[in-house]
């Protein structure tokens, strides 16, 4: 603690991706990630770089996809109704292998629905709202010191599998402060060969997702895709597993939820209850088998989320019915509470014993 | 007295040697030539790159000697400006049609031109939707016939044809702003000369340049080259008369500003 | 241990301000801490608010329901904050600025003229210090007053550090009012 | 006016004529015309008829979209 | 055949859309859906109707919700980048339970991609790409015949539940043409006392997504729409099962990919192989419960799709570990084909057998 | 001599019975206020449905006592298109901030002035995003210090303030045009006259009508409110001067494309 | 000048009123200002110190953005 | 009985109309029939094509990867499909337009003057006409030259009717021809 800072978590992930290097940062103001463009206007002006309130949200993601072609590290923020104005942007960053980074600080929906923190984009970010069979890498950290690692972590994973890298986190989590240290610059250095920076002293180079001759080179496209992101999903797992060792119970949740779900864990485990928390770093790709493993082991497994039953699909996608999966979700700005994940596990263990009592 | 021959016109170095895919009397391939001409003569080729739009000229990098990249139907300027931003000693070249540039990115537009970024765009106006089958564009003419307006454009009901340059023309940024056209060999001369100039500013590091050329569309107007450029002539010119809207540097854009 | 204080106010009474320093000071003294302001509308004109958790242990979600602390430095934030206090937990009020006296007899209330102290000491807007410096006595095992004088330091901007001194004196009033209220109780 | 006197000849690349009669609208001598025969892509190219009167004018040059025509101009060695 | 007619499939949907009484169709131009506006251009010109050629997919799907909120039947069709487009506009008229038929003649992608037919956009249409906890009916119609039927339906089921309906169909459903009978009208009406049209006698209306006011108004608002989703998961289960009864293999696949699918299990039926074809007709509410029954009969479920691993997903969560799920996905434009599937079937029967005899 | 009190002025019927969320001080009340007496002298009220835009008016519903409705931000004018298409004898006004009306949706703006919708925009420019917390908007000053220029606006880096009525007037459909101000009594006449015209030309179906309204954010500008309606008379009337662009029935409008 | 004469009162609601001072600023007899107590919402709202010599000119209310105050006039009683 | 057939050629000789009068025509003889242009590229200049199933089973997929019938009416089209025929299929080809006779000896190939007839009649538009009346005694199975008669009345719209005594004229060229040729192999 001692030698921390205090930062908004939306700050955090500013610095941090000053400190990654990028300096060519566009977005459209919204709520709650507008700390994120205030402080870069600040910093951008300090360091030389460039900040551009874009004039939308459409306007933004695309000067990304121009600075990423040009090399650069490049990043743009939102937050959920203008996370869903990128998604075709998106579908074109991701089908012309141009690296970024993308923030969405979500916020309930739908629609124009409420500022209040929330999970109701998971679908969004993990299956893409854009157009085509395309995949972002999706990171979720869990508090202001995971929001400036993950930061640092993307920036680097956009350039080594030329993806766009989405940080998905909740308005809570932006909005709060908490001690961090911050990271230092890795030094990670990667070749941009195929930028677009004039054909002077080599040929030239094309920076399209459009594939129109012959017939098939669209198919053999999305092949290519495919091979990466199945690759990206060997590679890229990233999952945080809290007293799940001897779990006969699981809780599976990320970011805001599973700090509450993890103050839940020890309570119980305090009481003796044997619970575990799954907490998937990496929404994207999903770390499926590692829970398919663990659910074998258990009982149950209770999806907690701020959102209606997203994450859930997941869950169950890896568990495939190896273990019974339960849901406890709040919308619109609500944050899950102990009591009632405590209340629910209970109930799970009740129900339990007095099954067992019965047979 | 011997006569001798010398090259008076050669295709330009700048073009790539493949076909395009435009249609027979396309203004398209006009527009490219005289681009490529350009670039080479300024000594930029190399350093240049062209954002091609969503449109029939989506694959313009094809066809020119230099380095491309895609934008998203409308984003073309928003996509030169991240770049532009990124890489401030190249040249870069917004090429867009009027569905592009009017339509779906008329935000992008005004928004560039009026941050005044270094860059040039190419407008070209062919009054329809070339790529998606002859579609009104904002600049078809009142009563013009096109797929969506089968008993001719109503302007009471659909609005009017929409001028870029005069829209472009009330903002403080741009430094330069001209209307030009390719339906006959001295509206060809001229439109290269705006060419030249937009992109000598461009490497001067200037500021926004913005040419408008109004273009033939053979295939989705329905008539043979020739009567297209003639209609750009009987036609076209009455609502978007050929002009030099701007033409002053930087420095002149602010003062007027500051006065 | 773990308090859960929630500060609240109009816009310029300098809220986020008090629940910063009051973080920083416990993050110093090797405290969880964590800082929310209120950023429940979009709009404006409402009341402004902080919620701050100060804590031994992992702190899981930085929102309140049912704080142990309040400080409410005007009406409307007495108005939304008091039925939330827990029972048993505690009310600090800015007697300058509300005029009738809280209603809940399940919790331990502190009254004080804290925008008067402010302006006694040649501003309006100290009412924060004066509130927290009560603060530091009530609850004498959360921050000590070397701790927010060195968080006054780092939170603090360099323009605005002069009137650290003053903060300070203002802060010391605060902690003496309540010194004297616990005295009388 | 200017190409008082000038003289000249296109050539014309039948494989990259569309055939859009551009350069035939525009020749101010009327000497280009569509060919009989069809080009590689099934089109008919333009040819031109005359070139003896050819001003080098550059008018076909400068219409075609496919930068099918390049011109060469005649000049005196002397005046090289 | 005798008294039916030929018709593109995207003029029958715009013909049948007319039929259901639709009168304010928007849309922008984009390719392989462009015969929609262009009949509509003619036709609305006789009916009196409105059709406006909108500057954008943005602004085409807010003057569907301006037209909706005014309480006439409305439509808007795009195809998938500006499908894209349209997402936050989408979450809007959901939050705000405005009723509307919204069409995707899906090509490929991602990014501009091409634009022959594909089936990419799957994940988009049922999970919605737009942001927070939102449904919208999903339909999908296999030929020309249901295109017309099922838009109908469209507009029927949209007034009902207060809810967008979109119809998923694929460029090559879009652009070929069939024999068809129209629909006849079907006369039904709906009360909407809800639409914007002036207080004058009666107490003001409001139509927003927005909860501002108290905190909980947005959850208590996702709690209603949750429960209508429910309800809709209920009553609106369409499927068509093929040829699936005594079936020990089955094929999942809907639109143009179940064309194929149904003629590669009358091929492997006629050669003795047990084969069906579970074809959803909704997408959302998928018919989970329905296959989750079948799986319980079959050896191996075979996803076949024109995509690379979205409608699996669906499979995937109602087989439920049941059964195992296989895949055969074509992408960028292609169209499965009939040899590829059976002889995907036809290997499990191999394998099948050569395990029997092992044992 | 007796001597009786007779009311003068009332607080009109058209403002629901509810506090505003509005900062004290802020334009958007006096403009709201203007709006409900003139659709109740209009006798319109009762078939008018208010746009509100995303923004600090995003709940101007609650406070006009008419039905209300939502748009997306910066799609209002698309919203009321669909809206006007759907019921054309119902008053259909779109009420918009400066990011809503010029940022993100200037396309949108552009278009529905373009097609001559019969709808009115009132368009509150108050040189800052209110909502977010008082970023650059398109109208912001150069120079003027906002959360995302902390230096102040500086045109040749991040554009200069776009002018709205002046961008509208170079389309051919819009009936009226005009820009006026908040910031005193007298101002606050005239923008009453404005909405009065706009709301009339409406309900007699002429055609599209823009009235942009400069207006006090104290809030985001750091300032007590009567120092911001100096501010607008001092510093803001230079880039936006008070001004009538247009004023004529459609058919003028007609006539002079025609011509 | 056009308010020769004339004679009023402001009327304003103090709940309604948010202390904006857009009023007061714009009196032109200066007769307007800051009330010393709070109203519920805990603000200085409005109040006039010198009814007598107001002329109804109707500044204060034109001003107003949540139309808190409203406006009396004197008028003859056998003139109406 | 299932026929994929391909008609392919420039955009003005009238490829998707050829199509979809062999599809009415097919259709109300009882068969299952589909239509598809290619819309491969949303893009200028190439050839235009369209593929027809006619079949008395369902149609699975519009798209024909080998026609058994390919109908080429200029050069493009030819180079395009020929490979693509299927073993034993059936190539029409527009000898008017077509220098160069097609190398595959695995398929029925059958020249036809279309242009040259059709400009003989008057109109340089009429190729297709002369390909479809081929056909029609080439596959006598397909459809009736009656069933296509009452489709031009039904496919083509009101306006260009009056063409339709020409066309049909037209036709029975193109049907008197291939009896010519299938007489002389
Ligand atoms: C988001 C999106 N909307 C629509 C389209 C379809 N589309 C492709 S090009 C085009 C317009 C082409 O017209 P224009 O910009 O005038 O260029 P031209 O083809 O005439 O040169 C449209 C609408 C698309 N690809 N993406
Ligand atoms: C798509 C989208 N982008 C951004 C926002 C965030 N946002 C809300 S209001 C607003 C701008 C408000 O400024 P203005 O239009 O000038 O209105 P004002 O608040 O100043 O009256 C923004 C950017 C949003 N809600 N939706
Ligand atoms: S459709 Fe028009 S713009 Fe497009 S290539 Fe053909 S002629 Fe050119
Ligand atoms: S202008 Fe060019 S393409 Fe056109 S006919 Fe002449 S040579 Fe051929
Ligand atoms: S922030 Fe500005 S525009 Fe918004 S309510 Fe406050 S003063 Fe008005
Ligand atoms: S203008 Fe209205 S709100 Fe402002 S101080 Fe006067 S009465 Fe109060």
């Known amino acids: ?359 | 007295m011997s006569i001798k021959t010398i090259p008076m016109y050669r295709r330009p170095e700048g073009l790539s040697d493949v076909r395009t895919h435009y249609c027979p009397g396309c203004g398209h391939g006009i527009i490219h030539k005289l681009i490529a001409e350009v670039l080479v003569e300024l000594d930029i080729i190399g350093k240049t790159i062209i954002i091609a739009p969503v449109g029939c000229s989506v694959l313009a990098y094809k066809y020119i000697e230099v380095d491309g990249l895609e934008a998203a139907h409308g984003r073309a300027p928003a996509v030169a400006t991240g770049l532009k931003r990124a890489l401030p000693n190249r040249i870069v070249i917004s090429y867009q049609g009027d569905g592009d540039l009017l339509a779906i990115g008329v935000g992008e537009t005004v928004h560039a031109a009026n941050r005044g970024e270094k860059i040039t765009v190419f407008f070209v106006n062919n009054a329809n939707y070339g790529m998606t089958g002859g579609q009104m564009a904002p600049t078809s003419l009142e009563g013009q016939k096109t797929t969506t307006t089968p008993h001719g454009r109503d302007g009471t009901e659909v609005g009017y044809p929409i001028r870029a340059c005069e829209l472009i023309d009330t903002l403080v940024a741009p430094a330069y702003i001209e209307r030009t056209s390719v339906h006959n060999p001295g509206a060809v001369k001229k439109t290269k000369k705006a060419i030249l100039k937009a992109l000598s500013y461009q490497k001067e590091g200037i500021g926004y340049s913005f040419v408008e050329i109004l273009s033939m569309c053979p295939t989705n107007w329905g008539v043979e080259p020739a009567t297209a450029a003639e209609w750009i002539k009987t036609d076209m010119l009455k609502s978007f008369p050929l002009k030099k809207f701007r033409d002053r540097p930087m420095e002149a854009a602010v003062e007027k500003e500051a006065s | 241990m773990t308090e859960e204080i929630v500060i609240a106010g109009f816009g310029g009474q300098g809220v986020l301000l008090a629940g910063k320093l009051l973080c920083v000071a416990a993050m110093r003294r090797g405290l969880q801490v964590s800082h929310i302001p209120s950023y429940g509308a979009e709009m404006r004109g409402g009341t402004a608010n902080c919620s701050v958790v100060i804590s031994t242990e992992d702190i899981p979600s930085p929102v309140i329901e049912c704080p142990s602390v309040v400080i409410a430095l005007n009406g409307p934030s007495l108005v939304k904050f008091l039925p939330r206090i827990r029972l048993g937990g505690m009310l600090i009020w800015n007697r300058s600025l509300i005029a009738i006296a809280p209603s809940r007899s399940d919790l331990f209330s502190f009254p004080l003229d804290a925008t008067d102290i402010s302006l006694a000491n040649g501003t309006e807007r100290a009412a924060n210090m004066v509130a927290i410096g009560a603060l530091l006595r009530l609850k004498p095992n959360l921050v000590s007053m070397k701790s927010i004088e060195a968080a006054l330091d780092e939170v603090i901007s360099s323009r605005n550090r002069k009137y650290n001194s003053l903060n300070l004196r203002i802060l010391s009033v605060g902690y003496e009012m309540a010194e004297k209220i616990v005295a009388n109780k | 006016m200017g190409n008082n006197g000038n003289r000249g000849v296109p050539i014309i690349d039948k494989e990259r004529c569309k055939g859009c009669g551009l350069c035939i609208a525009n020749c101010p001598k009327k000497i280009l015309a569509k060919s009989k025969e069809l080009n590689s892509q099934g089109l008919h190219y333009t040819v031109c008829i005359d070139e003896s009167i050819c001003i080098a004018c550059g008018a076909c040059a400068l219409m075609c979209p496919d930068a099918a025509i390049e011109i060469d101009k005649f000049v005196e060695a002397e005046a090289v």
């Not at chain 1, 209040?116 to 993990?126: I, K």
């Not at chain 1, 999903?286 to 959102?307: C, G, H, I, Q, Y």
């Not at chain 1, 190896?322 to 619109?332: M, T």
């Open chain 1, 1 to 359: 603690m001692l030698g921390k800072v205090l930062m908004k978590g939306n700050e955090a992930l500013a610095e941090a991706a000053l400190i990654a290097g990028c300096r060519h940062y566009f977005a459209y103001p919204i709520t709650p990630q507008n700390e994120i463009p205030v402080y870069m206007a600040r910093r951008m002006a300090e360091l030389g770089g460039t900040f551009i309130q874009a004039e939308s949200e459409l306007a933004a993601i695309s000067m990304v996809m121009g600075a990423s072609a040009g090399g650069v590290r490049t990043m743009t923020s939102s937050s959920s109704p203008g996370m869903a104005l990128k998604q075709e942007g998106i579908s074109y960053l991701a089908g012309a292998e141009l690296p970024c980074v993308l923030v969405n600080v979500m916020r309930g929906g739908p629609g124009l629905g409420g500022i209040a923190g929330s999970q109701g984009d998971y679908f969004q970010a993990t299956r893409g709202g854009g157009n085509g069979d395309y995949r972002t890498i999706v990171l979720a950290p869990g508090n202001a010191q995971e929001l400036a690692d993950f930061t640092v972590d993307a920036f680097d994973l956009a350039d080594e599998y030329r993806i766009p890298v989405l940080i998905l986190v909740d308005g809570y989590l932006g909005q709060m402060s908490e001690p961090l240290t911050l990271p230092k610059p890795n030094g990670k250095k990667f070749e941009k060969s195929w930028a677009v920076r004039g054909s002077e002293g080599k040929s030239k180079n094309i920076i399209a997702s459009l594939r129109l001759v012959p017939d098939s080179a669209l198919e053999v496209h999305n092949l290519h895709l495919q091979d990466k992101y199945e690759k990206i999903t060997e590679e890229v797992r990233h999952v945080d597993e809290y007293r799940c060792e001897d779990a006969e119970w699981l809780i599976v949740a990320y970011g805001a939820a599973a700090r509450v779900a993890r103050k839940a864990v020890d309570s119980l485990r305090t009481g003796g209850t044997r619970v575990g928390l799954f907490r998937p770093l990496s929404l994207w790709p999903f770390p499926d088998r590692e829970l398919n493993e663990f659910a074998k082991e258990v009982e149950k497994v209770l999806t907690v989320e701020m959102s209606l039953g997203q994450l859930i699909e997941d869950v169950k996608l890896s568990v495939n019915g190896e273990a019974e999966v339960d849901f406890y979700g709040r919308a619109g700005g609500a944050v899950p509470t102990l009591d009632d994940i405590i209340g629910r596990i209970y109930s799970y263990e009740h129900q339990d014993h007095t099954h067992v009592q019965a047979s």
